[in-house]
């Protein structure tokens, strides 16, 4: 949880005008998603670590009916929202830190990206704190290559990578995909807005009884982490989610009012090279340049890492992993009774994941295109709290 950004950058109140942006740009910048089968079970999955990957838990969450759906269905649905947020940070950090120019656009729009993906993760750790849960970070610590956790985007694989166009396509954009209706491929497509949108629903009907005990204030970015105290709270942290990047359904006759593109059109702006803009009541990508940044090409990270890596890159992945284990850690604690003092280790350790990266990334793989970089690779279970 560090702070990425500088600072709050949204006049307050303008939040909300976005949305009608993201409907309405999503005819510009659509891209085909992969229908997903949901499973048809109704048993919630366990809160905790799983004893194997499970990839079809939203759609057993879905399948539940309505008016079964109270405070157990509700903190099961939120501990897949903790591993959905973290599996998409790691990602976007590696794309980041490949950029040499930290000042260029794309930089600049990736690294607002990870800001809102950090809070993201506060919002659906602190809501699970409201009604009783306790967030199981680490456990969520995805393993890359791989799906995204519930079977969300089924079909797309979230790898680590330098910011190269397939991987903003393939990767980024996939993730991020709107749920506007010509955006959303195939109508029985899983994705994150259809999940927090059911939750926001389970919330709205069970009304569960809220605590602020446990839960967490922090200036993350362009946001602040505040607690939920009441339904109202909930449904606004909710919607500024789904907004930032998971999908809208508001009507394209609406202006646009904000100037951050939600995190799809923020890729496809690099994506296309171009920001987008409205032309005769279509948004198009035909506005200011965004160049395509030099980056340190670091190479695809391999199923089970980097194959028979030298003794100088042992040495700079197992720092980077010490480091990122302790983020990991610093993050269950904060949620756990340790509160802002962990919280702000987490920050301090965060911050130390960069420079092993880089170093990484500027390291050649021998006989093979590319440089090194992390692994993310996820706590042994028996180091996990």
């Keep these: 949880m560090t702070d990425v950004g500088e600072g709050p950058e949204t ?9 009608s942006f993201l409907a309405s740009a999503a005819i510009a910048a659509a891209t085909p998603v992969s229908a997903a089968s949901a499973a048809q079970a109704t048993e919630l999955p366990a809160v905790g670590r799983p004893t194997a990957p499970d990839r079809g838990s939203v759609g057993r969450l879905l399948a539940v009916p309505e008016e079964a759906r ?12 903790v591993e959905l947020e973290l599996a998409t940070i790691p990602t976007y950090l590696c794309a980041w830190w490949s950029i040499k120019d930290r000042r260029s656009e794309a930089a600049r729009l990736i690294r607002r990206v990870i800001g809102d993906e950090m809070y993201h993760l506060g919002v659906v750790s602190n809501l699970l704190v409201a009604v009783g849960g306790r967030p199981r970070i680490s456990d969520a610590a995805p393993v890359y290559p791989g799906p995204l956790p519930g079977g969300v985007r089924a079909g797309v694989t979230v790898y680590l990578s330098s910011l190269t166009p397939s991987f903003v396509h393939d990767v980024m954009m996939a993730i991020e995909a709107p749920e506007a209706p010509i955006a959303q491929g195939a109508a029985n497509s899983l994705s994150i807005g259809v999940f927090y949108e059911e939750l926001q629903r389970a919330f709205r009907t069970a009304a569960p009884e809220l605590s602020t005990r446990g839960q967490l204030f922090k200036y993350i970015g362009a946001d602040v982490l505040k607690p939920v105290e009441n339904l109202d709270d909930v449904e606004r942290s909710m919607e500024i989610v789904k907004e930032q990047g998971e999908g809208t359904a508001s009507s394209p006759a609406n202006t646009f009012e904000d100037d951050h593109p939600a995190h799809y059109y923020a890729f496809s702006e690099i994506y296309h090279g171009r920001r987008l803009r409205k032309v005769n009541d279509r948004w198009e990508f035909t506005g200011a340049p965004v160049p395509f940044p030099d980056v340190r090409p670091m190479a695809r990270v391999p199923a089970g890492g980097w194959p028979h890596p030298p003794t100088d890159v042992q040495r700079l992945l197992q720092r980077f992993d010490d480091t990122y284990h302790d983020v990991l850690n ?3 604690r904060a949620w756990d009774g340790g509160g802002e003092r962990a919280l702000s280790a987490a920050v301090h350790a965060m911050w130390g994941l960069e420079s092993p990266a880089v170093e990484l990334m500027e390291i050649s793989i021998p006989d093979a295109p590319g440089t090194y970089g992390p692994l993310f690779r996820p706590l042994p279970p028996h180091r996990a709290i």
């Excluded at 006049?11 to 949305?19: E, M």
């Excluded at 109270?70 to 929202?81: M, P, Y």
Aim: charge should be positive; avoid cysteine.
């Design 11 to 19: 006049p307050p109140g303008t939040r909300f005008k976005r949305r």
């Design 330 to 332: 610093s993050l269950d």
């Design 70 to 81: 109270g405070e157990t269905w509700i903190r099961s649905a939120l501990q897949v929202a």
